[in-house]
């Protein structure tokens, strides 16, 4: 195999693999990544056998295939040495047990193993996939992704719940604690219903592949994985002439077998008390309360007046703090407590101003609308009297 | 108090007293001592001795199996005592305590006179004698206490300090034990005094960081409070038993015994404790612990117990010279609870069955409380198939 590339774009490619590679796995073969060299593309291919990841360079977009083959090369060394070369081209070159790379006068020799040894890794199938604009793909996952759970021992929460139906791609991520809830139109007409749990680490990698946010991306289920393909496109020079695909980008990830919790009973639908606040303010009297208390008592209670927010806490450790600021409020005083950190996380997401919430009373949860067809649940603190 | 648990023995049995009385385990029972009465500590025995060398010491020994339910019963009587003239009561033990009576002169008196007032009401209520030191700091106070023991009565005053402690050995400074006095005389300080001479500095270069402490005691320096409630961090119980058990049917009803046992006590704290820790002592004297994190804290027995047998499964199946259990990660019950969303199908939440089982310890905890620790146990820690 012997491969021309342009450094920067090789750079770029490598960098974006190397994120699934594992540093150590009990499978030596894949620290690896997978190059392919074909008439038409140069392929890296890298995987932690949870997550795969296929990045292809098509030719005449900075590459140059010399010869075709295939090679199995240590990733982290290898990226690292192209992250540090200092030229416009590299060369890489592999034979038997050596793969060279070379940038202007500066290469280095690393040993290589058998490419047979890596494991096979599927193709990205586009019959019964779906489109879906990369940039509506990317909100969903952010909108929802740091809600899912992060401790161990809960299984099925530390994915984001996908389901297609009812015209909509609907995103669900819930610690049991608090949940995030969004979706976006999607014509499901020839689709059959589907509900899958998409592990975290497989959809920050899917938002992370999405190279053009306004280009379509290619969504797939099948049995028990997600599959999604992205590709870069650069427009041609003059009128006319079709745009050029310069990378395609297939990525899969296994998705999590377990019962996602029944979500659906648990978001209010309608609520006694209802408040609108300005986003900004919430967010910075929120954390400027916040920093009294501590990790034993991670509580800060709301109190609602005609007008008015009072925002409170305390700890044994670090004394007691208040707040207050105007919002729109109506109704009998209530109040509320909620660990800060949970609130103060939707509100980073909160795409607009003012930010509403709504509970019916203090055992009960707090339904805050973050953005349009976007809510966020979260279960307040009661203090057992 | 003076020999509490013995002096409690005597007090119930008038034909005692001045006889050598002990409260420990038998010696065949591999019994420690757990309290002399003062007749006795003039053989030598002391507390923590095993009762074998104890009756070795002094052959007269009349030992009285321990009734812990009574010393708790007038630990509470005498704490409640000390109650009356200050809230800030901290307990060291059962029948030791530091009070802080600041600003309670309006009220009551003196220091001297409030020591002296405690003194005889404790003896008026329950018969027994008190040793009380009146002094400005914890350290003080608890040398008074010691310095006229057994019924003492002994005031310190700023001014008497330095010519009180100056005589007195090192390892009479509170917080020094055996090794580190040793350590000081090797340096040549043999009384607080030859510590007192010395300036700051120079014990913080001979000494470390113990050196600033060291040099502050030694002037009667104590900046320590009355803590009434000093947050406990863990609560357990452990037993040696008479002889080895190898049945684990027999552990494991101990092992119930000892989970309801604490997790009564920790109801009573007002305390609740996520890490559950097993605690195994073998024949050959090894020792290992075994412990779980739960999701939620409890002070459920049935919960504790649940934990701790899977943890008992865990030890290597030899003969078990000690058995414990331990709930740590303590929280106040009344601790702002972070409620869930998907209740019993959710991990963190606390389960269905617990919450039905808190109603169930309350009501249990009540005819404990009336009519004591027998009343109501689980069936399956009765030992004998005639006790079922």
Known sequence: MKVTCNRERLREALAVVNNVVPIKSPRPAVENLFFSATDGALELVGTDMEVSIRFRILGGSGVDIAETGTALVPARVASDFVRDLDCDVVVIEANGDRCSIRGGDDHCELPIIDPEEFPPIMRFESKGAFALQGGTFSKLVHRTIFAAAKEQGRYAMHGVLIELAEDAIKFVATDGRRLAITQSPLDTRSMPPRRAIVPTKGLSLFSRVVREPLANVEIQFTENQMALKARAVVLPDGEGGEPRVTEEIEAFARLIEGEFPKYTTVIPNSSENSVEAETDLLTRKLRLVANVTSAETRAVKLSFGKGELEIKARSPARGEASARLPVDFKGKPVDIAFNPDFVLDGLKNCEMTPVRLEFRDRQSPGKFKLGEDYHYVVMPITVET | ?388
């Open chain 2, 1 to 388: 108090m003076d020999a509490f648990y013995a002096s409690i023995e005597i007090r119930d049995d008038p034909s005692l007293a001045g006889r050598p009385v002990a409260v420990g385990g038998t010696a065949e029972k591999r019994g420690v001592i757990a309290a002399a009465s003062y007749a006795a500590r003039t053989f030598g025995v002391r507390s923590a001795m095993s009762t074998a060398r104890a009756q070795a010491l002094c052959p007269g020994l009349v030992l009285i199996p321990p009734h812990f339910d009574k010393y708790t019963r007038e630990s509470r009587r005498i704490m409640q005592v000390f109650q009356r003239y200050t809230p800030l009561v901290e307990p060291l033990s059962l029948d030791e305590a530091y009070l802080d009576v600041a600003g309670c002169e309006r009220l009551f008196g003196s220091a001297d006179s409030i020591g002296m007032r405690i003194k005889h009401e404790i003896l008026r209520e329950t018969g027994l004698v008190a040793s009380i030191g009146v002094a400005p700091t914890k350290f003080l106070a608890k040398l008074a206490s010691d310095m006229d023991k057994p019924d003492g009565f002994r005031v310190i005053h700023a001014e008497q300090v330095p010519a009180l402690l100056a005589p007195l050995p090192v390892g009479r400074i509170h917080g020094i034990g055996e090794r580190t006095a040793k350590r000081l005389e090797r340096l040549g300080y043999r009384t607080i005094g030859d510590l007192a001479a010395r300036s700051r500095e120079e014990l913080e270069r001979e000494l470390g960081s113990l050196g600033g402490w060291v040099h502050e005691l030694a002037r009667g320096i104590d900046p320590r409070r009355v803590t009434p409630r000093r947050p406990e961090k863990s609560h357990g119980m452990e037993r040696t038993f008479e002889r080895d058990i190898a049945s684990r049917e027999e552990l494991r009803r101990h092992l119930m015994e000892f989970c309801e046992e604490v997790a009564y006590d920790l109801r009573h704290r007002g305390l609740r404790g996520r890490t559950i820790t097993l605690k195994a002592r073998f024949a050959d004297f090894e020792t290992i612990t075994r412990s779980k994190t739960l999701d939620f804290a409890t002070h459920l027995g049935p919960r504790i117990y649940a934990v701790a047998r899977e943890l008992l499964e865990r030890v290597p199946e030899h003969p078990l010279r000690l058995l414990g259990v331990q709930v740590s990660g303590l929280e106040d019950v009344r601790a702002p609870l972070q409620q869930t969303l998907f209740g019993e199908a959710d991990a963190l939440a606390v389960p269905e069955r617990d919450q039905k089982l808190e109603r169930v310890a309350a009501g249990l905890d009540k005819l404990r409380d009336k009519y004591g620790a027998a009343a109501v146990r689980p069936a399956s820690t009765l030992a004998q198939a005639g006790e079922r």
